[in-house]
């Protein structure tokens, strides 16, 4: 049995663990930090919150508050032009996957030559970043923990990813407090983001004993509390339920990597710039259905997770737990690719770049055609 498993960031987990934030940029002697976040962590009043912990000990803070959906490589640029203008000695990101995600490629660039995209793929980031919190205010992307960065190039219109042991967030808050104002739609396209890296990294071809566990686990928390902290947003409990299980699902797919759902879901946020847990939501079912036939006998494993009978036939199985990704993707309000406003007519050249994702090589079923990626479109359209 060989297999290799890292993980590099620190988690300090818990309600109103935000308090440990003066604590820890004490010990890390960092004085000027710059704060990145959006507008959404700005109207929720939870920026405020966390720069008041930033300057309790006297620190300056630098505000970089123009995060939006799907970040670019030039909005990177920018953040990071401030940032070491201004010397910063730490970051702190506040938001979800987009806030995260640039403040670790921002963080890349303050110890490392621009631009952005020449980091592009696997360990290509050579020298050691600067301390980097990350605080999420999601449940879903994991980004807080794992050494992913999705960034858009303006330039060749497609997402990519920076991969590598000098990525990662340093230390990570996970306050579930910070969660409770996210609007419904939100909380359930992080949630089903979660859920698509629980099911991906499960059937991976790089998957361990070790991330099975984690995979399973995590999806079998996240389906358990994801329908009730979307109808319930004021639920503490099921919340902090939901970031433990994202968590630990971060700490799986950044071992085994994912699939097919994130390619299609990548090439989607590149040229239509749909939300990316909306895009995985909208074509997981389908691309499930598409992987069964390559490995059955991990359907059935995630049939368990999800709490469904199972009958000891591959296909019934498959097709439970593909019923119970369209229930909860219905009960929670996710949109199909139509209702997302995507046309049939640009699914031929969906279906092109998507075979050109790396994540590819990572799903169960390999010498997927345009033809099959083009069906699976139809299928969750």
Same mark, same amino acid.
């Given at each position: 049995?060989?297999?290799?498993?890292?993980?590099?960031?620190?988690?300090?987990?818990?309600?109103?663990?935000?308090?440990?934030?003066?604590?820890?940029?004490?010990?890390?002697?960092?004085?000027?930090?710059?704060?990145?976040?959006?507008?959404?962590?700005?109207?929720?009043?939870?920026?405020?919150?966390?720069?008041?912990?930033?300057?309790?000990?006297?620190?300056?803070?630098?505000?970089?508050?123009?995060?939006?959906?799907?970040?670019?490589?030039?909005?990177?640029?920018?953040?990071?032009?401030?940032?070491?203008?201004?010397?910063?000695?730490?970051?702190?990101?506040?938001?979800?996957?987009?806030?995260?995600?640039?403040?670790?490629?921002?963080?890349?660039?303050?110890?490392?030559?621009?631009?952005?995209?020449?980091?592009?793929?696997? @360990? %290509?980031?050579?020298?050691? $970043?600067?301390?980097?919190?990350?605080?999420?205010?999601?449940?879903?992307?994991?980004?807080?923990?794992?050494?992913?960065?999705?960034?858009?190039?303006?330039?060749?219109?497609?997402?990519?990813?920076?991969?590598?042991?000098?990525?990662?967030?340093?230390?990570?808050?996970?306050?579930?407090?910070?969660?409770?104002?996210?609007?419904?739609?939100? $909380?359930?396209?992080?949630?089903?983001?979660?859920?698509?890296?629980?099911?991906?990294?499960?059937?991976?071809?790089?998957?361990?004993?070790?991330?099975?566990? !984690?995979?399973?686990?995590?999806?079998?928390?996240?389906? /358990? @509390?994801?329908? %009730?902290?979307?109808?319930?947003?004021?639920?503490?409990?099921?919340?902090? !339920?939901?970031?433990?299980?994202?968590?630990?699902?971060?700490?799986?797919?950044?071992?085994?990597?994912?699939?097919?759902?994130?390619?299609?879901?990548?090439?989607?946020?590149?040229?239509?710039?749909?939300?990316?847990?909306?895009? @995985?939501?909208?074509?997981?079912?389908?691309?499930?259905?598409?992987?069964?036939?390559?490995?059955?006998?991990?359907? $059935? /494993?995630?049939?368990?997770?999800?709490?469904?009978?199972?009958?000891?036939?591959?296909?019934?199985?498959?097709?439970?737990?593909?019923?119970?990704?369209?229930?909860?993707?219905?009960?929670?309000?996710?949109?199909?690719?139509?209702? !997302?406003?995507?046309?049939?007519?640009?699914?031929?050249?969906?279906?092109?770049?998507?075979?050109?994702?790396?994540?590819?090589?990572?799903?169960?079923? !390999?010498?997927?055609?345009?033809?099959?990626?083009?069906?699976?479109? @139809?299928?969750?359209?």
């Amino acid at each position: 049995m060989d297999f290799n498993f890292t993980l590099s960031t620190h988690i300090i987990f818990g309600k109103n663990s935000i308090e440990k934030l003066p604590e820890l940029l004490k010990e890390l002697n960092a004085k000027k930090i710059m704060l990145i976040y959006d507008g959404g962590v700005k109207a929720a009043g939870i920026s405020e919150i966390v720069e008041k912990q930033i300057t309790k000990e006297g620190n300056e803070s630098v505000i970089f508050d123009k995060v939006f959906p799907n970040p670019t490589d030039e909005l990177v640029e920018e953040a990071a032009e401030i940032a070491i203008k201004q010397k910063v000695q730490a970051i702190v990101a506040v938001g979800g996957g987009s806030a995260i995600d640039l403040a670790k490629a921002v963080n890349i660039l303050l110890t490392n030559e621009g631009p952005i995209n020449r980091y592009s793929g696997m @360990n %290509q980031v050579k020298n050691a $970043t600067k301390p980097l919190i990350a605080i999420p205010t999601t449940a879903g992307t994991s980004s807080e923990i794992t050494d992913v960065i999705a960034l858009i190039d303006t330039k060749k219109v497609c997402k990519y990813v920076i991969i590598g042991k000098n990525v990662p967030a340093t230390h990570s808050i996970i306050d579930p407090c910070f969660t409770k104002t996210m609007p419904a739609s939100v $909380t359930a396209a992080t949630g089903m983001d979660a859920m698509t890296h629980a099911i991906e990294s499960y059937l991976s071809v790089m998957a361990s004993p070790v991330t099975d566990f !984690q995979s399973l686990k995590g999806l079998e928390i996240l389906s /358990e @509390n994801l329908e %009730q902290v979307v109808s319930h947003p004021d639920d503490l409990e099921a919340r902090e !339920q939901m970031m433990l299980g994202c968590v630990i699902t971060g700490f799986a797919f950044t071992n085994a990597n994912l699939g097919l759902v994130h390619g299609i879901a990548h090439t989607l946020s590149a040229h239509f710039n749909l939300p990316h847990g909306m895009a @995985n939501a909208a074509v997981l079912p389908y691309v499930v259905k598409f992987n069964a036939e390559a490995v059955p006998q991990r359907i $059935t /494993e995630i049939a368990k997770a999800l709490k469904l009978d199972i009958t000891g036939d591959a296909e019934e199985d498959t097709k439970l737990v593909v019923d119970k990704l369209l229930m909860i993707s219905k009960a929670i309000g996710i949109k199909t690719l139509k209702e !997302q406003g995507i046309e049939k007519d640009s699914f031929d050249m969906l279906a092109d770049d998507v075979l050109m994702e790396p994540v590819l090589n990572f799903n169960p079923r !390999q010498g997927i055609t345009k033809e099959e990626i083009i069906e699976i479109l @139809n299928q969750a359209y």
